[in-house]
């Protein structure tokens, strides 16, 4: 800030209070007010985001609302109520520690960003591919390793294989970064600002292609793929993604664009990345392609991608297995109990029955492995979920809410999984509703609401 003096001093605390931005009392003996910005200042963040819940609210001391407290809003919350449970940057920042407005110059407090995009490899880093691949080999392949029998693990990974669907489901949280826009008062700080409004202009989605291709790939091992097809699985589950996030973003009137970094673990093309041309199609210098307009993604590697399918049509080919796969082995292993055993598994499953908030693949295989007792209703449940992800997806997408006309058509090509079985022996335990377990996401009411409504 112009208005302060330079801190020279080297005691303890100096490196901290430049990081913070934070005044030095020494060097500026007069009391000091932050600059209240006329205009907007550009700067870059990241947030939470959930692919169940949306963008969460993080810090400590925040302000927590209902969603903190419950997955379902209570009465009265209306649509808009909804929206804007889902946007952490919507209050002006306030100091739970202190009675004062922030951000204040002698305090932490406020709206962190950073001036440069696209940061890398530092507490700062803007790309998410670590933790999605962590969660989902910790969700996933994990789980496959260790606690499911061969045929299972052979099931299981031709599921996951073929369905963005599901792998987006079960990479949980990551963090998203976003251009935005500060106002009101804001205070410079090493690497960026601490500002009293905040407001995402444009998302990005930051991931390495080669490093979520060994997802694939471990995938693909199960189950005899090649390279080609688990190049073919993963261009799906990106561009799943993008449609996803673009969705959500374009709910909040916002941008999005997702960008990939091909150039590290690139076991095809790393003379080819090395050329002049490919060099220059980065964005903001910051090495990534933008993954729906980048010459060497929608040749090459869609290239690649394009060719099996065609291949897996030619030679007739159907790799999507039922989503009813799910709760076969269950069914097969509940089918050989005598009646003492099934009496034990039925007592089980009233106490073994998952809150929603831990339907997922390793929370109902690891609590089947202690509890026997419940795993089929938590395994019918998790095929409700699924089912009820991919209406609302096809919600955001492109608005298709018409809750009869996604159930009686064949969208099997977008979900990488078939799901007539399932329906012809489906039975209720929670809803297909999305609103049922994604109601921060859900804004729009759907054709099966309605018809619930109506009975």
């Given at each position: 800030?112009?208005?302060?003096?330079?801190?020279?001093?080297?005691?303890?605390?100096?490196?901290?209070?430049?990081?913070?931005?934070?005044?030095?009392?020494?060097?500026?003996?007069?009391?000091?007010?932050?600059?209240?910005?006329?205009?907007?200042?550009?700067?870059?963040?990241?947030?939470?985001?959930?692919?169940?819940?949306?963008?969460?609210?993080?810090?400590?001391?925040?302000?927590?609302?209902?969603?903190?407290?419950?997955?379902?809003?209570?009465?009265?919350?209306?649509?808009?109520?909804?929206?804007?449970?889902?946007?952490?940057?919507?209050?002006?920042?306030?100091?739970?520690?202190?009675?004062?407005?922030?951000?204040?110059?002698?305090?932490?407090?406020?709206?962190?960003?950073?001036?440069?995009?696209?940061?890398?490899?530092?507490?700062?880093?803007?790309?998410?591919?670590?933790?999605?691949?962590?969660?989902?080999?910790?969700?996933?392949?994990?789980?496959?390793?260790?606690?499911?029998?061969?045929?299972?693990?052979?099931?299981?990974?031709?599921?996951?294989?073929?369905?963005?669907?599901?792998?987006?489901?079960?990479?949980?949280?990551?963090?998203?970064?976003?251009?935005?826009?500060?106002?009101?008062?804001?205070?410079?700080?090493?690497?960026?600002?601490?500002?009293?409004?905040?407001?995402?202009?444009?998302?990005?989605?930051?991931?390495?292609?080669?490093?979520?291709n060994v997802l694939s790939e471990?995938?693909?091992?199960?189950?005899?793929?090649?390279?080609?097809?688990?190049?073919?699985?993963?261009?799906?589950?990106?561009?799943?993604?993008?449609?996803?996030?673009?969705?959500?973003?374009?709910?909040?009137?916002?941008?999005?664009?997702?960008?990939?970094?091909?150039?590290?673990?690139?076991?095809?093309?790393?003379?080819?990345?090395?050329?002049?041309?490919?060099?220059?199609?980065?964005?903001?210098?910051?090495?990534?392609?933008?993954?729906?307009?980048?010459?060497?993604?929608?040749?090459?590697?869609?290239?690649?991608?394009?060719?099996?399918?065609?291949?897996?049509?030619?030679?007739?080919?159907?790799?999507?297995?039922?989503?009813?796969?799910?709760?076969?082995?269950?069914?097969?292993?509940?089918?050989?109990?005598?009646?003492?055993?099934?009496?034990?598994?039925?007592?089980g499953k009233t106490f073994r029955?998952?809150?929603?908030?831990?339907?997922?693949?390793?929370?109902?295989?690891?609590?089947?492995?202690?509890?026997?007792?419940?795993?089929?209703?938590?395994?019918?449940?998790?095929?409700?979920?699924?089912?009820?992800?991919?209406?609302?997806?096809?919600?955001?997408?492109?608005?298709?809410?018409?809750?009869?006309?996604?159930?009686?058509?064949?969208?099997?090509?977008?979900?990488?999984?078939?799901?007539?079985?399932?329906?012809?022996?489906?039975?209720?335990?929670?809803?297909?509703?999305?609103?049922?377990?994604?109601?921060?996401?859900?804004?729009?009411?759907?054709?099966?609401?309605?018809?619930?409504?109506?009975?």
């Amino acid at each position: 800030m112009d208005n302060v003096n330079l801190c020279n001093c080297s005691d303890q605390n100096s490196r901290k209070r430049h990081h913070h931005g934070i005044i030095c009392t020494t060097c500026n003996p007069a009391l000091i007010e932050p600059l209240f910005v006329p205009e907007e200042i550009k700067a870059y963040r990241t947030w939470n985001f959930s692919v169940e819940s949306g963008f969460i609210a993080r810090g400590n001391g925040r302000i927590q609302s209902w969603n903190d407290f419950n997955s379902s809003p209570p009465p009265g919350v209306i649509a808009g109520d909804l929206h804007s449970a889902s946007q952490p940057w919507q209050p002006p920042a306030i100091c739970v520690y202190n009675n004062h407005i922030a951000p204040d110059p002698y305090c932490s407090c406020g709206y962190y960003s950073v001036k440069n995009f696209g940061v890398i490899g530092s507490h700062f880093s803007h790309d998410s591919t670590k933790e999605i691949v962590s969660r989902f080999s910790t969700n996933v392949i994990y789980t496959l390793q260790n606690k499911l029998s061969k045929k299972q693990q052979i099931s299981f990974a031709n599921l996951f294989f073929h369905s963005p669907l599901l792998k987006t489901l079960e990479i949980d949280n990551f963090k998203i970064l976003s251009e935005v826009s500060l106002t009101g008062k804001v205070i410079e700080c090493e690497k960026g600002y601490r500002s009293e409004k905040i407001q995402p202009r444009k998302f990005y989605l930051l991931v390495n292609f080669f490093d979520l291709n060994v997802l694939s790939e471990e995938l693909g091992s199960y189950i005899n793929k090649d390279p080609a097809e688990a190049i073919n699985s993963t261009i799906v589950w990106i561009d799943f993604l993008n449609k996803y996030l673009k969705g959500i973003a374009n709910n909040l009137g916002c941008d999005f664009e997702l960008l990939v970094k091909v150039n590290k673990n690139n076991p095809i093309d790393s003379e080819i990345m090395s050329r002049a041309e490919y060099s220059r199609r980065t964005v903001n210098d910051s090495g990534y392609l933008s993954f729906e307009h980048d010459l060497y993604i929608n040749q090459r590697l869609r290239g690649i991608a394009d060719t099996v399918l065609i291949s897996n049509k030619i030679l007739k080919k159907q790799p999507f297995s039922d989503l009813e796969e799910i709760t076969h082995f269950e069914k097969e292993y509940i089918k050989d109990l005598d009646p003492v055993q099934m009496h034990k598994y039925g007592i089980g499953k009233t106490f073994r029955t998952l809150p929603k908030t831990d339907i997922n693949f390793s929370r109902i295989l690891r609590q089947k492995r202690y509890h026997q007792g419940g795993a089929l209703d938590n395994f019918q449940r998790y095929q409700e979920k699924i089912l009820a992800f991919g209406i609302l997806y096809l919600n955001l997408i492109n608005n298709k809410n018409n809750y009869k006309e996604i159930i009686n058509s064949d969208f099997s090509e977008i979900f990488g999984f078939r799901y007539k079985l399932f329906l012809d022996n489906y039975q209720s335990k929670e809803s297909l509703d999305p609103q049922k377990w994604f109601p921060l996401l859900n804004h729009k009411k759907t054709d099966y609401q309605r018809l619930q409504e109506k009975g």
